[in-house]
């Protein structure tokens, strides 16, 4: 049963359109977050969530909205894509005081804005 | 400059090989490492994490941390094939929500049978 899953795993859309990518734990864990991972591999954090509150909102453009309905679920909505959106999306998920266990990551949605 | 450098690679090594790993970084109040491997096509995983200073053993992998030197390694013994992957290391300042991970770009490696 898959700890963490995003969907979808690939998608491929022109630029200018609104897209989300949805993620879920099954973990029990509190915390979620975002990660973006461009072509040379550098992971950065864009958002996490504790319990469905913003707890981290690094500097990403206003286009990109996150959305936590309940602690096992962070979707993330993306306006106006742009061609620098094109990357591979991690969701990932930690407990809030055993990050010492480090984040599960699901394995990524493939963005590719043309 | 970026809080966490990493040699990307990429590193060819036969099977069998002793395997070093590295990163440095600028942030002394980083005291929580871990190296995460992600396979092709995947999301990273969690291999080893050690608390400031000293060695950690797991297996075929050993990991160091030179607080002073700011120096991070992953050491892979007897290298297999399946070691194949991007190994990625991490740090943070804390434990607690809402410190994050800083993360290195990953090396590549490639072991060959």
């Known amino acids: 049963d898959t700890a963490v899953s995003q969907t979808p795993k690939y998608l491929v859309t022109q630029m200018g359109n609104d897209k989300s990518i949805k993620c879920e734990q099954n973990?029990?864990?509190?915390?979620m977050y975002w990660y973006k991972q461009d072509s040379k591999k550098f992971l950065k954090i864009m958002f996490s969530?504790?319990?469905?509150?913003?707890?981290i909102n690094e500097t990403v453009p206003n286009r990109f909205s996150p959305k936590s309905p309940d602690k096992a679920h962070l979707n993330l909505h993306i306006n106006s894509l742009e061609l620098g959106d094109s990357a591979v999306y991690f969701c990932?998920?930690?407990?809030?005081?055993?990050?010492?266990?480090?984040?599960?990551f699901g394995s990524g949605t493939r963005l590719t804005v043309v | 400059q970026k809080e966490v450098e990493q040699d990307p690679g990429p590193l060819s090594v036969p099977e069998g090989a002793i395997v070093s790993l590295n990163c440095t970084y600028s942030?002394?109040?980083?005291?929580?490492f871990m190296w995460y491997r992600q396979y092709s096509r995947k999301g990273p995983e969690l291999l080893m994490y050690?608390?400031?200073?000293g060695n950690k053993e797991d297996g075929r992998f050993t990991a160091q941390v030179d607080k002073s030197s700011k120096y991070i390694s992953l050491f892979i013994r007897d290298s297999q094939p399946s070691d194949s992957a991007t190994y990625l290391c991490?740090?943070?300042?804390?434990?607690?929500?809402?410190?994050?991970?800083?993360f290195g770009t990953g090396t590549s490696l490639t072991v060959i049978p």
């Open positions: 990932a998920s930690s407990q809030e005081q055993g990050i010492g266990y480090g984040y599960t």
């Open positions: 969530y504790n319990n469905k509150e913003l707890i």
């Open positions: 942030n002394s109040a980083f005291q929580y």
């Open positions: 973990l029990g864990h509190d915390t």
């Open positions: 991490a740090m943070s300042a804390s434990l607690y929500t809402g410190n994050q991970f800083y």
């Open positions: 050690t608390y400031s200073s």
